[in-house]
């Protein structure tokens, strides 16, 4: 009942493609991660990723994703180009018959955690967001002018303590896994190369000085008012993957955080094209987003999943828990996601099995010896998948 998807990064990851077919996963998620943010992706590029995905016997079932450039966000003299290019990959994909594309509005940060090696009492390891340290990054390692109003007081003292008790050396990791470790794998556009790469993203960050929430929303619906017909004609089904964290950082606007975020982007451009990328784990940092419910109103454009669990904490923190083990009820969000699936099928609709992947994981056994991309180990996404494959076998078997 689950169409398994695997996330893979291409030839630099150090998962193989023939791991993965071993895992039992069938479709992979992946991206042109070689051509730079707002070029086009050409047929003949397509074509070799996908023909290596297929010679393993597997399926490329979603692009995550065809970055959206800082350009377009920012409504930029060179926005028209940058739509106009990503218009021309999406055309390029539906000839190659991928058919779901993920992307994201967030504006300069795709993610954030503040410790990519948070140590559980079982001996796993796991990613972990500390909002007060992320404030102390932003405030008093970046050093972002007029910061402070941006954030609680209570929490910007919490953050001066901590920084304040803060080693160089730990600074510097902080700033390296905020700014790079976490971007660069998937489409930073700043890397270990940039030379003052504190002063790079500040700079980022100053572009969007100008545009607040209500801005930001309009630079996405002129985007969409603009792709989505395109990706009508393609066969593409677009999905946006929620904030992550749901909650505005550094200042800058957020705009898919919550339910009403996405009644009004999917209202925004009215289209089965015009989808969402389910992600639990980001939505699912706000206790007022109740994930079942959010599934079943929203269930005919969720074109892809992400699902993972997370434990919350005080003052906005989290840790990312074993898929079965955190706040969240992964039962009644995947007894929601199969009844979903159900009344697809009784539609007729040809896409009626949702894919899905188990979207992060704990670092166990060897994955300690390996050098898997932050959040994705072999073992324990391997572990995620059979848990979810197992839990929707048993709700399917209930309910049969």
Partial sequence: MLLKTWRWFGAKDAVSLDEIKQVGATGIVTALHHIPNGEIWEVSEILKTKDDIENHGLTWEVVESLPVSEGIKQATADRER????YCTSLRNLGKCGVRTVVYNFMPVLDWARTDLE??????????????????????????????????????????????????????????YNIIIKT????????DGKTVNPKQAFLALIERYKQIDEAQLRENLHYFLGKIIPVAEEAGVRMC????????????????????????????????????????????????????????????????????????????????EAGHLSGDLDMKEIMKAVIEEQIR???????????????????????????????????????????????????IVGFME
């Fill in 82 to 85: 940058l739509i106009s290019n």
């Fill in 118 to 175: 948070y140590h559980l009492p079982d001996g796993t390891e796991t990613m972990y967001f500390d909002f007060p340290t992320f404030i102390a990054f932003d405030l008093f390692i970046l050093k972002r002018p007029d910061g402070e109003s941006d954030y609680p007081a209570h929490l910007v003292e919490l953050a001066r303590d901590i920084a304040s008790r803060m080693s160089d050396d730990e600074a510097e990791k902080l700033a």
């Fill in 183 to 190: 971007q660069g794998f998937i489409d930073g556009t700043i």
């Fill in 240 to 319: 946006i993957h929620p904030d992550d964290p749901p909650f505005p950082l550094l200042g800058l606007p957020r705009i898919a955080k919550t339910v009403e975020d996405f009644r009004w982007i999917l209202e925004a451009v009215p289209s089965e094209h015009n989808g969402i990328t389910f992600c639990t784990g980001s939505l699912g940092v706000r206790a007022d987003n109740h994930l079942p419910d959010m599934i079943r109103e929203f269930g005919h454009r969720i074109h892809f999943l992400h699902l993972r669990n997370l434990k919350r904490s005080e003052n906005s923190c989290f840790y």
């Fill in 344 to 394: 697809r099928r009784n539609e007729g609709r040809e896409d009626w099995m949702i894919p899905v992947r188990p979207d992060h994981g704990l670092k166990l056994l060897y994955d300690y010896s390996r050098n898997d991309n932050p959040g994705y180990p072999l073992l324990g996404r391997m572990r995620g998948l059979a848990q979810l494959e197992g839990l929707a076998a048993g």
